[in-house]
C-alpha cells in the first residue's frame, strides 16, 4: 500500500471513530489528511468506499489475532485469552472499528452491506465459532450451542472496544484474562 492511501486510512479511522460514517464528509477527510478533494477521490471514489476500505482492513487484522490464537494454543481458555489481549493492545480507534462496523451498517448502499457482513461473518464471527465448536467437541464447554456462545463472549468484550473505556484496559492481559474466567466460569463465588 503506497504511503499515500495508508496516511488517508489512518486519518478517515481516527474520524470515522470520532464522528461516525453519516457526521462526516470527505471534504473533511480531505482536509485533516491534508490533501485536496480530488487527491481524495483519486485514491476513493466514494465515503463509502473509503469506509469499508477503513472497516476492512481492521476486521482483516482481528481475522489475524484469531488465527494466531488458533495456532499457538491448544486450550479455548489460552485461545479466547490470546484473542481479548491481541485486541485489547490494537489502539482505542482500531478497536472501536470493530464496533463501528456493526453500528454503522445502516447507512451503507444494501450490496456494500451484504458483502461487507458475509466477510465480517467469515471473518471474526465465524472464526470466533469454530473455537466454540471445537471446544465443545473437544468437552471444555457444556455442548451448547456454539453461535449463542459466540455472542455472549463478544456482548462482554464489545464494551471495550470503545474508546471511552481505554482506561479501563491500563492491563489489558489482567482485562482479558479476567474476562475469558468471567465468561468460562461465571462470576459467583465459589
Given at each position: 500500500m503506497d504511503e499515500h492511501k495508508r496516511h488517508i486510512l489512518d486519518v478517515a479511522t481516527r474520524l470515522f471513530v470520532a464522528h461516525g460514517y453519516s457526521g462526516l464528509s470527505m471534504r473533511e477527510i480531505a482536509e485533516a489528511a491534508g490533501l485536496s478533494k480530488a487527491g481524495l477521490y483519486h485514491h476513493f471514489k466514494t465515503k463509502e468506499e473509503?469506509?469499508?476500505?477503513?472497516?476492512?482492513?481492521?476486521?482483516?487484522?482481528?481475522?489475524?489475532?484469531?488465527?494466531?490464537?488458533h495456532r499457538e494454543h491448544t486450550t479455548l481458555r489460552d485461545q479466547l485469552t490470546a484473542i481479548l489481549t491481541g485486541i485489547f493492545t490494537l489502539p482505542p480507534e482500531r478497536r472501536a472499528i470493530i464496533r463501528l462496523a456493526s453500528q454503522e451498517m445502516a447507512a451503507l448502499q444494501p450490496e456494500t452491506r451484504q458483502a461487507f457482513m458475509m466477510r465480517y461473518q467469515a471473518s471474526f464471527i465465524q472464526r470466533l465459532d469454530a473455537l466454540m465448536q471445537a471446544a465443545i467437541a473437544r468437552g471444555e464447554l457444556r455442548p451448547?450451542?456454539?453461535?449463542?456462545?459466540?455472542?455472549?463472549?463478544?456482548?462482554?468484550?464489545?464494551?471495550?472496544?470503545?474508546?471511552?473505556?481505554q482506561n479501563d484496559l491500563r492491563d489489558p492481559v489482567q482485562?482479558?484474562?479476567?474476562?475469558?474466567?468471567?465468561?468460562?466460569?461465571?462470576?459467583?463465588a465459589r
Open positions: 473509503l469506509f469499508i476500505a477503513v472497516l476492512e482492513e481492521n476486521i482483516e487484522t482481528v481475522a489475524a489475532i484469531i488465527e494466531a490464537a451448547l450451542p456454539s453461535r449463542m456462545l459466540t455472542w455472549f463472549f463478544l456482548g462482554m468484550a464489545y464494551p471495550f472496544f470503545y474508546p471511552a473505556h482485562t482479558a484474562t479476567m474476562m475469558v474466567d468471567v465468561f468460562l466460569n461465571g462470576a459467583l
